[in-house]
């Protein structure tokens, strides 16, 4: 690839993905609200990506071998991408993520028994409903409840793009994301190496059940490859080894030279990446198309040594 652009791409493991496909030799235009600078050696545009009319205008004439989109939230958003890539590029490729399984977010999504892949939730066959308030976060909010409406307005954004596309274009789903230290604005590590090294307990559920991560490197990395290649639809991207809340604060408290104390939630209040219910995905279809990703186990001392540097 010659010539990509990013949408977002400004912050977090965004920020390592127009890195490496500068690296790769590739110009690289970063597409944002102009909240955040890109890094150095891109043509930065400011556009609000939902407005069409605004994105159309800074993108000028503009024509590229591939567009990865971090920030496709919504039905609506894909529409408009739709739109205004036709004719601009032959691939797309979004940031989706793991949560489009969560069966807590729609009934129409299956509990699994087990780590799950791509079709268990079938874009080209999801529904699409427009009509629902996408440009207002807050009554989106209401109508699904949280988390439930970022899980569906990315269910649906795949849904638009799957249907009868006019590029080739693909999601990759990506698993928890973690390491970076004070990069990862999401802070969800931090909160068990906190609580951990201050004694303080870790709210899991007692039944735990595993959920999958990634490396915020790997996930870039996987990005870039797939915004190279041609694999279409929805792609799986986890790391190896998934893991419950109960063992990722064993291995926290480990690294730290201390003990987990555990507490069973109340009132919902269960720490990040507790779950009482089966919450993995399976990396297989990603492996046959030739990208292996790492062990969970073979990073993750390093990202909590990342988080605790970040909370001294």
Known sequence: MDNVCVIGGSRYFGLHLVTLLQRSGARVTVVNRGSAPPPPGTEHLVADRSDEASLTAALGGRTFDAVVDQVLYTPAQAAVARRVFAGRTPRYVMTSTMEVYDPATSPLVPAATGPVDEDAVDPAGWPVDPALPWHDPAALARHFGEPAAYAEGKRQAEAVLAHDAPFSWASVRSAHVLGGGAQDFTGRLAHYVERIAAGRPVAVHPAARPTSFVHHREIAAF??????????????ACS?????????????????????????????????????????????????????????????????????????
């Open 240 to 312: 190896d080894g998934a893991l419950t809340a109960v063992e990722l604060s064993a291995l926290v408290a480990e690294r730290l030279g201390t003990s987990a104390r555990l507490r069973s939630p109340e009132g919902g209040d269960a720490s990040p990446f507790s779950f009482d219910r089966d919450y993995a995905m399976d990396n297989g279809r990603a492996a046959a198309l030739g990208f292996r990703f790492s062990r969970t186990a073979d990073w993750l001392p390093g990202a909590i040594d990342e988080a605790a540097a970040g909370v001294r």
């Open 223 to 236: 990005l870039a490859r797939t915004a190279a290649g041609d694999a279409t639809g929805p792609l799986n």
